[in-house]
């Protein structure tokens, strides 16, 4: 098995983060993609939509998709949970997982994008849409940090892929320079928390 | 157990349709999103970021987020599976959920609510942006069309909850005047097969 992935994207760390705290070895094999070796048919054939991470199992077939990896793993070794126990667990990890996907990372990920310009050479850049994008940040990270004055991790009191999903999006947000407040201080004490574990330097 | 929704928008359905694949019976109580009664304090306190569907416990507790209320069913009642057996059915499953979602739900979506500022009230449509999501639309259908010419569903040989995201999506594109191309014959078939389901009415 091997991973195909761009140590620098923030999908390929929620990847290796995951892995990491499962402590399942991996080699990871690096496409540059700023070079736009991703859009090469060699990648195209791993996947045609041309996005990292790509997991290639020992049969020679491939996974991708971010979460569709860290389900896969989490299904051959399921300790320790990251995607939650039981129906009403497994549903809450996923709610927040995906509240955090729609409302922080995304949003991070598309000002970046249409504000920087970044991969203006494959795709059309729309300023006022990544400037609207980067509004939407703080208003999440606002509703995080009430989620976390109640709550020692997002989806409750278990570190689960909805932290391994936020603190990726977080420290990616430095690029374009949005950071929580300093009064947002339930969330910079998860923050601390978090960044400690040694997954998140995987 | 009953599920707040809005009869006409697409991820109702698709947890309506997840659930009558499973023969579970719902109670639906009508939320007027257009009216903003998903903006008002008795919904937010179900679910703060106003989103419907939104799935309430016996005990008073809600679960949010189309695909997480679908996993709490799928759980509860894994027959017949609709987010796949094993780990790499699982995980292939995901896979294509996710590239549906984010290659043609949310590009349909995002065309529908920038381009005709259907929520214009609550949000800043930008037309651009509309414009440049309805034009991802085509090429991913051509994708789905080439996946298709090999399966019988999206994910495989097994209805999944990849069809329902299609389906969802596909049908929806409509108000945005977009369809399949009349080349596109497996894609046409695919639509033909699954919107025969009884759940297609659901």
């Known amino acids: 098995m091997k991973i195909y992935e761009t140590s620098t994207a923030p999908n390929a760390r929620r990847v290796r983060m995951f892995l990491a705290e499962k402590a399942i070895d991996m080699e990871y094999v690096q496409i540059d993609i700023q070079a736009g070796e991703n859009l090469g048919e060699a990648h195209r054939q791993k996947n045609f939509t041309t996005k990292i991470p790509v997991l290639e199992l020992d ?24 995607l939650g126990s039981g129906a009403r667990g497994k549903a809450v990890i996923e709610m927040w997982q995906r509240r955090v996907e729609f409302n922080l990372f995304m949003p991070v990920g598309m000002c970046f994008q249409h504000v920087t310009g970044y991969f203006k050479d494959r795709m059309t850049p729309i300023k006022a849409w990544g400037e609207e994008c980067g509004k939407q940040v703080p208003v999440f990270l606002a509703a995080l940090d009430r989620q976390l004055a109640n709550s020692t991790f997002i989806a409750g009191e278990t570190f689960s892929i909805a932290d391994i999903t936020a603190l990726c999006a977080l420290d990616f947000a430095r690029v374009i320079k949005i950071r929580p407040g300093g009064e947002q201080t339930d969330l910079l004490r998860w923050h601390e928390l978090v960044s400690s574990r040694p997954s998140a330097k995987a």
């Open 59 to 82: 049969d020679g077939s491939y996974i991708s998709e971010t979460v569709a990896i860290c389900r896969y793993f989490e299904e051959l070794q399921p300790q320790p949970p990251l």
